[in-house]
């Protein structure tokens, strides 16, 4: 049997339904057993433009998507313009055939660069910019296309007096899967699953879906049944929600925010969760109702100065922003650095400078974490590359916090926020919560700052002791102080703790090696990009071409000597980022001398795919320095 | 032994400033609220004025230039059991932190918001804050000001502040009372305390008030207090205090403007979704289990996650 392995896309405009499509389509492959994973594309706007949703269907974990996919599904006349070189030979386009006659100049919703590149494109084809044309030659280069008439369809199926464009996305997914082959049962379910709470939009769309597969069956073609594998309880989350997860399972208890894009999902989605039953004793004995104090604050400054100062009565507190916000939020992270508060800071990085490209992909803000805030101050920066890593590492950012006192500034970046990923139940028992040390006495004067061996002053609390903070420099109780020695001594005592951290944080936690380790060839990078490089890899080493990765987690204290002995004897060193100045591989070169010599570069705001970075790596290997990534509609 | 609410610093005010009658009245205020020494938090921001919590022998936050608002709303909001106290200049709250000041009538958040009126930024040597009016030289300006001023009572007033008060520096005791009224407030208490600035404000000197001041308490008419949640007691009130607002020059109104307790302050606004937030408050809930396991669990909280067949 061979294996399962499709990219789809819907595609429609923004405020068409994409979303629910999306969530119909994961919940109906992981109710039937399979593996999943998804990204939502959009533009900054509610409705209107192009709006798309790439997803990746397999037996195995998905851990990237790939171009070109096996079915595309336009819910509107833009879709089947904008993605027509994402399908190839043998792929399926399903689209709407109430747009047949729509023209390329008609597409209003389409920016006019991108009417520009199609419209040439089209002349180079010698084909007249039309969804009709443009299907005949699709169908002339192999490419399956099905018509639907989804006004039809759905007058015929729920009457008159329902508006068809509200039915499109469902139409949409549920032919995609009928011509998958996934039963229409399961279908069903993953409809119920997604609009569960509103009986009569259940209802509807189930017939829909019945519709669908009727039309399907009409056509005549033919469609290998799915073999329909064991369902298991899992969790549907997006990468916002997984940084959400991991903050409540680490104890977080007073979150501040200000709506941006792509941080803001996370904090909306804990105001949902905001109040629940706990345990508090091992054996689920005791249980009580407990919630978390969520503050939409009037800016981003008083969003990270409420947590720094939540963070001083004892509560775990957190802030979650993106590029625009966290520029806001730079003085205040010195604050927290020269007062040594335990705050953590989620970042959303999203296409910059500036406003730059607020719902697309980025990797450009890692200089900018770690050097954000104006004087020398410790700070730690760690780096998610997926949903179950984000869990775990929300929860580590608090430890780490609490541990050493400082800030902790936890990367995420736009493809993982709006991903789709499919996971097991993390347990509670996995969680380690590991908090601040304490004072000794509670009748001796407390010092806010009293030097140690390891810099890490025991906590104090408002509420409980007396003591003072300033964003002066101070003295150990916490009074400004501008005495030379102080000074020096101060300053030392905080960034000493990096140190310590340095020793204490285990290796896991710092860089990941993947692949062959004696590979003359290795690869570097971080965040999201860690899927694709590592499936890239495996179609490379099944050509005989051996690769290691070293995935970087850690970058502040930045783990030099490791990351020195991972890229130990490698000839090339490729550098895979999604930005332009290839900011880790400078950090590689500051902190390790190492010179990264490859690079593989991407900075217009889409998906990194693992086709692209396979193709890339052999362009690396056939002599050049360069490549720059440029897929992604 | 009564808790001794100075600290044994040397206060580095310029001699005749405002600032130590502030002093003063806060630290009697506290004295007299008598709340546990540990319970107070004093917050400031940037400026000669937010040195103030150094200077109080209770936990002091000097933060940032213009923060001190948002500083003081995660601690309330963090653990509602403190009393939060705030010292800001005229233009630390009213200039670089305007925003926060908005946002904090919109709030309620139960803490007092004590509002150093010198009409100068005294630390930078003398600029012209918020405060002062238009076509007004004070010494350490090139030029007379060419900004016009605000009014600090009219715009709390018209962002829902519950307790609009004013206080003169150089009356310590009555600048007392009207903190300790403000602190015993529920809701956002804000005190517009006037204050000379010997070194840069040469117009509105000591000698200046002292001839201007009146007391809005000494009129046995005047009752600035919302004895009914009723739309039109609230609306007198309002207008009230608002026209009470536009009286300065020859004579200055000082004591409460207005006074509303029948608006939910936000913790309350808080409790209605997390009905034992002042019971188990962020700052104290417990968050693991005596192994160091989580206590909150995933399958309970985020079931709605769930793909369920």
Not at chain 1, 43 to 72: Q, W
Not at chain 1, 241 to 265: M, N
């Amino acid at each position: 049997m061979s294996k399962t392995d499709i990219d789809l896309i819907i595609g429609g405009p923004q405020g068409g339904g994409i979303d629910s499509a999306a969530q119909v389509v994961i919940r109906s492959f992981t109710i039937a057993g399979f593996e999943s994973y998804g990204l939502r594309e959009y533009h900054s706007n509610i409705k209107g433009r192009h709006s798309y949703f790439h997803v990746r269907i397999k037996e195995e974990p998905v851990r990237s998507l790939r171009y070109p996919i096996d079915m595309l599904v336009c819910l509107d006349g833009e879709t089947p313009f904008v993605h027509m070189d994402d399908v190839t030979e043998g792929s399926i386009i399903v689209y709407d055939s109430d747009f047949e006659n729509t023209k390329l100049e008609q597409v209003v919703t389409m920016e006019p660069e991108t009417q520009k590149h199609l419209r040439e494109k089209f002349q180079s084809l010698k084909v007249e910019p039309v969804v009709k044309n443009l299907m005949e030659y699709q169908k002339s280069r192999g490419v399956k296309v099905v018509p639907v008439s989804f006004r039809k369809l759905i007058t015929d199926t729920l009457g008159q007096n329902k508006p068809p464009a509200r039915y499109s996305n469902t139409l949409g997914a549920s032919i995609s899967m009928a011509m998958l082959g996934l039963p229409a049962d399961i279908t069903k379910s993953g409809i119920a699953s997604v609009f569960g709470r509103k009986k009569e939009v259940v209802e509807d769309n189930e017939k829909i879906v019945d519709a669908a597969y009727k039309y399907v069956d009409s056509l005549g073609i033919k469609v290998n049944k799915l073999n329909v594998r064991e369902y298991r309880e899992r969790f549907m989350v997006t990468g916002n929600e997984a940084v959400g997860i991991g903050k409540v399972l680490g104890g977080l208890k007073f979150q501040t925010y200000y709506p941006i894009t792509p941080a803001a999902d996370e904090s909306f989605f804990l105001e949902g969760h905001d109040y629940f039953e706990e345990a508090i004793e091992n054996q689920n004995e005791q249980l009580r109702k407990t919630g978390v104090v969520i503050v939409q604050a009037e800016d981003e400054i008083s969003a990270i100065a409420m947590a720094i100062s939540g963070a001083m009565t004892g509560a775990r507190t957190a802030t979650a922003t993106s590029g625009p916000g966290f520029s806001l939020m730079a003085e205040a992270l010195g604050y927290a650095g020269i007062n040594e508060i335990p705050v953590v800071l989620t970042l959303y990085q999203r296409g910059g400078p500036s406003t730059g490209l607020p719902t697309r992909n980025s990797q450009a803000d890692l200089l900018f974490a770690l050097n954000a805030g104006h004087g020398d101050f410790p700070r730690i920066v760690i780096s998610s590359g997926d949903a179950e890593e984000a869990i775990f590492d929300a929860v580590k950012a608090f430890n780490y916090a609490e541990r050493y006192q400082m800030p902790v500034i936890h990367i995420m970046d736009k493809v993982l926020a709006n991903s789709f990923y499919v996971i097991d139940k993390v347990d509670s028992s996995k969680i380690k919560i590991q908090r601040w040390i304490l004072p000794t006495s509670d009748t001796d004067e407390y010092l806010r700052f009293k030097f140690t061996e390891t810099g890490i002053s025991p906590m104090g609390f408002f509420g409980k002791q007396i003591f003072w903070l300033t964003g002066d420099e101070h003295n150990e109780l916490g009074h400004i102080t501008e005495d030379p020695e102080t000074r020096d001594a101060m300053m030392e005592k905080r960034m000493k703790k990096l140190e310590i951290a340095s020793k204490e944080i285990p290796l896991e936690d710092k860089l990941l090696v993947f692949g062959d380790k004696g590979a003359e060839i290795a690869i570097v990078s971080w965040g999201s990009n860690k899927g694709p490089i590592l499936d890239a890899m495996e179609k490379l080493k099944a050509e005989g071409i051996k690769t290691r990765f070293v995935y970087l987690r850690l970058f502040s204290p930045f783990p030099s000597k490791e990351v020195a002995e991972a890229l130990k004897g490698a000839k090339i060193i490729i550098d895979i980022e999604n930005n332009y100045s290839a900011q880790a591989a400078l950090v590689i070169k500051e902190y390790t001398g190492i010179n990264v010599n490859k690079f593989i570069l991407k900075y217009n705001g889409r998906h990194v795919t693992e086709d692209e970075v396979y193709k890339s790596i052999k362009e690396v290997l056939n002599g050049k320095d360069k490549v720059v990534m440029t897929s992604g509609a | 032994m009564a808790h001794n609410f100075k600290t044994d610093l040397w206060v580095d005010w310029c001699p005749g400033c405002g600032d130590f009658g502030i002093l003063a009245a806060i630290q009697q205020a506290l004295a007299e609220y008598n709340a546990k020494p540990e319970n107070y938090v004093i917050v400031s921001g940037i400026g000669c004025s937010a040195k103030t919590p150094h200077y109080v022998n209770v936990s002091g936050i000097h933060t940032l230039h213009g923060r001190a608002i948002p500083f003081a709303t995660g601690i309330k909001l963090s653990n509602p059991n403190l009393t939060v106290i705030l010292d800001g200049g005229d233009g630390d709250l009213l200039s670089i932190g305007a925003g926060h000041f908005v946002a904090a009538g919109r709030r309620n958040v139960d803490f007092t918001i004590i509002l150093h009126n010198n009409g100068v930024y005294g630390l930078t040597k003398g600029q012209a804050s918020p405060t002062l009016p238009r076509g007004t030289k004070t010494k350490g300006l090139q030029r007379p000001n060419i900004y016009d001023s605000l009014n600090p009572i009219a715009l709390a007033l018209s962002v829902g502040y519950t307790f609009v008060a004013r206080a003169y520096a150089f009356n310590i005791r009555h600048a007392k009372d009207i903190i300790l009224r403000a602190i015993k407030h529920k809701g956002t208490a804000v005190i517009d305390l006037l204050q000379p600035c010997p070194t840069y404000n040469d117009i509105n000197t000591k000698e200046w008030y002292d001839q201007r001041i009146y007391y809005l308490d000494q009129d046995k008419e005047w009752d600035p207090i919302v004895r009914k949640p009723e739309e039109e007691e609230v609306e007198r009130k309002y207008l009230q205090a608002i026209n009470k607002s536009l009286e300065w020059g020859d004579k200055i109104p000082v004591g409460v403007f207005y006074q509303n307790e029948f608006v939910p302050t936000y913790e309350e606004r808080i409790k209605q979704n997390f009905p034992n937030y002042f019971e188990d408050p962020p700052a104290t809930s417990q968050i693991s289990k005596k192994d160091g396991s989580a206590v909150a669990d995933m399958e309970n909280i985020f079931k709605d996650k769930i793909v369920r067949k």
